[in-house]
Structure formats: C-alpha cells, structure tokens
C-alpha cells in the first residue's frame, strides 16, 4: 500500500491557513504554547545556520574546483552570472514596483521580533552560534578553495560527510517542523491584528514574481539564440516540457531527463547537454534567487527597513554563491540563504519564517524556472564549445 504523503507547499499553506482560523478564538494560553515552540525552533535555526553554511559550502567549493576543466569553469561562470543577472534584474524590477503595493500601514510590529508581539512565549532556551554568519562564510571559502587546491582527500571526505550530516538535519528535522513554525508566526500575527495586511501584499508579491519570472526566461533565451543564432521562441517552447514537468516534481533533480530530452531537440551536442544539464541543475538558480531577492525586498518594505543599494548588491553577489551550495530537497535553497540573510540584512526569526512561507508559496515557479534555464545555457555552452575547437567532443 503506497503512502499518502502531502508536499511541504500543502503544508504550508494548510499551516498558514490554520494559523489564520485558530488565530480568531484559540484560547491565548493554548496560543502561547506554539509562540514558545516558535522561540525554541528560531534559537535552534539561530544555532545550525553556520554549520549549515559549512557543511554545504566547503564541498560544494571543493567539488567544482576538482578536476576542473576549462568548459566546467565556462559552465559555472555563466550559471553564476545568470543568477546574479537574476537578482540585480529582480532588485530593480522591485525598487520601481514594490512601492506602490506595499502600503505604510503593513509597516507594523508584524514582522519585528516576536518578543515585541502581542503573545509572548513561557519560556525560551538560549542557543548560542558556534561563531558568526561571516566567520562561517569566510571560514567555508578558504577552506573549500584550499580543498579545490590541494591533491589531500582526508578534509575533502570529511567536508562530503559533514554535508551529507547538514543535508540530513534539513530532511529530517528542520523542513518537518516548518510548517508549524509557520503555523504559530500566523498564528500570534492574527492575534496581534496584522495578519490581514500581510496576506495582502503575498498575493501580490506572489504576481509579480510570476511575470518577472516570464520576463527572465524571455532574456534569457534572447541572449542563447543571440549568441547561437538560432530563434529564442523557437528554443523556448522546446524547453516548455521541461517547464510543466518541474511545475509538478518540484525538483530540479527529478527533471533532468525531461530537461535533458528537450535540450537535444534544440540541436545542443549530446555530450554538451549530458555535461550542463545536470551540472546547472545544481549550481544554477536564477528561479530562486530571483524569489528570495524579492521576498526579501518586501519584507524589508513591509518593516520599514530602508534598502540600500550597495548593501543589496553584496547581499546578491553572496545569494549567488550561496545557491551553488544548496541542497537538492524542497526549500533547500531558502534554508542554505538564511544565513545570508541573517549576516547581511539582518533578519530575525520572525522575517526568516515569512521568508520561508512566501518562499515555499512559489518553489514549482522557481524550480521551473531553473530547470527551463538550464537549456538556455547548454545551447550558449554548446556554441562556446564549437568555437573553441570543441574542448568536449561533439556527438
């Protein structure tokens, strides 16, 4: 007998919805049960986002630089440059658009420390961080470049251990109780009276993300038949399968056939698209950042933090990197972004948990998204390949 099983996007929608309902009459002591429950799961994120910077940062960074070759160093360069191209795109998008949907008043306590809301929990457990967000960034840099570097496997098998141990906690543990963290976060916002206003502005986040996300792939398969001379329309509705089979698996990793399958019939080599396509399905993320950045953007707005545009752009630059690393299970990109977004702009518990929610709300455009870029790239690969006289042979 097969097992029924809801998806993480269910859940967290039946959360947010519970979290609305019970919000209108659930006793407060029962309600400030799920607050210190939220108290305790944010200390605990608090805690295991720098190892978890660590685990998926360090063999991420070493596994690319080994063996790394010229096509491979091509490769990863333009999936970098897609995704960054995809925040810088999104942040401006958002600068001119943002604005006029969120109104003032959604500037509440509503996305301020849960401390300063209406319900407050019984108790809480400090859980320092081993060391900071920057000292795990930096730490997983150079040791991950020194691994790329070094012929020693000891470290590197280490590093592939301690990634599968952080891969593990996220499956097991952290993505199980998302939702009902996300759950009491609606839960105390409806009590506090703000919940209303922030349903609002996630519809319409949740719109314009969508069009953004149209708008991306039309750039970036005008580019591919540019560099390719080939026509982009023609190219893009060859990758529409690939599209609504990510739509439905939501993951990158299960589309690859499907990807792989249409990235041939856009006349990319064999051996090219069996290199890029499952390589871009790990590095590439111009889907997800493009979410996360506008997210981010909104409850940035919705606090009345102001957004600077130098801060931003570093916050990108790192997002980009940050992707390369993120595990393959659903809200695994948002999981290995929230130590950016703690070390870079400052969110609290609160802000990652409405990061999360808006982030799951969207992951099938995301991953679609990626997934249908992923061609774009193989066929500008492709041509890359031709003209520097095939450093992989064609077939």
């Not at 970098?80 to 998008?93: D, E, K, L, M, N």
């Not at 009902?180 to 409806?190: A, C, D, K, V």
């Not at 009345?304 to 980009?320: N, R, V």
């Not at 808006?358 to 991953?367: P, V």
């Amino acid at each position: 007998m097969k097992k029924f099983r809801i998806s993480l996007l269910w859940q967290v929608l039946i959360a947010i919805v519970a979290g609305i309902v019970l919000g209108q009459f659930l006793p407060a002591p029962v309600a400030r049960l799920f607050v210190t429950f939220n108290g305790l799961f944010g200390n605990f994120l608090n805690f295991i986002i720098p190892l978890i910077i660590i685990g998926l940062i360090i063999p991420a960074i070493a596994d690319l630089g080994k063996g790394a070759g010229r096509l491979l160093l091509i490769t990863a360069l333009i999936a970098y440059g897609s995704t960054v191209f995809s925040g810088f795109f999104t942040y401006f998008s958002g600068e001119a658009i943002f604005p006029r949907l969120i109104a003032q008043s959604v500037q509440t306590a509503a996305v301020d420390n849960p401390g300063e809301m209406a319900l407050k929990p019984f108790f809480t457990v400090e859980m320092p961080a081993p060391f900071d967000i920057m000292t795990a960034l930096l730490l997983s840099f150079c040791i991950g470049l020194g691994l790329s570097a070094i012929p020693g496997n000891t470290l590197r098998m280490a590093a592939a251990d301690l990634r599968d141990i952080v891969t593990l906690l996220i499956e097991k543990v952290i993505i199980p109780l998302l939702p009902l963290h996300i759950f009491g976060i609606f839960l105390n916002m409806t009590i506090s009276g703000q919940v209303a206003s922030i349903i609002s502005v996630f519809v319409k986040i949740i719109i314009v993300i969508f069009v953004l996300h149209i708008l991306l792939l039309l750039i970036q398969f005008s580019l591919a038949g540019l560099i390719a001379r080939k026509n982009p329309l023609r190219l893009l509705k060859n990758m529409l399968p690939a599209y609504a089979t990510a739509l439905g698996t939501q993951s990158s990793a299960a589309t690859i056939p499907v990807t792989l399958a249409q990235t041939l019939k856009n006349g990319v080599s064999k051996n090219i698209a069996t290199f890029v396509i499952p390589l871009c399905a790990t590095i590439h993320l111009s889907g997800s950042t493009m979410k996360i950045t506008a997210c981010a953007m909104a409850i940035m707005m919705m606090a009345g933090i102001p957004i600077h545009t130098l801060d931003f752009s570093g916050f990108i630059f790192m997002l980009g990197i940050t992707m390369v690393a993120a595990p393959g299970v659903p809200g695994g990109a948002i999981m290995a972004a929230l130590g950016v977004l703690e070390g870079m702009l400052g969110f609290d518990e609160t802000a990652q948990a409405l990061m999360i929610a808006l982030y799951i709300a969207m992951d099938s455009f995301g991953t679609a998204c990626n997934v249908t870029g992923d061609g774009a790239i193989a066929v500008v690969v492709d041509r890359i390949n031709g003209k520097s006289g095939n450093l992989v042979q064609r077939s």
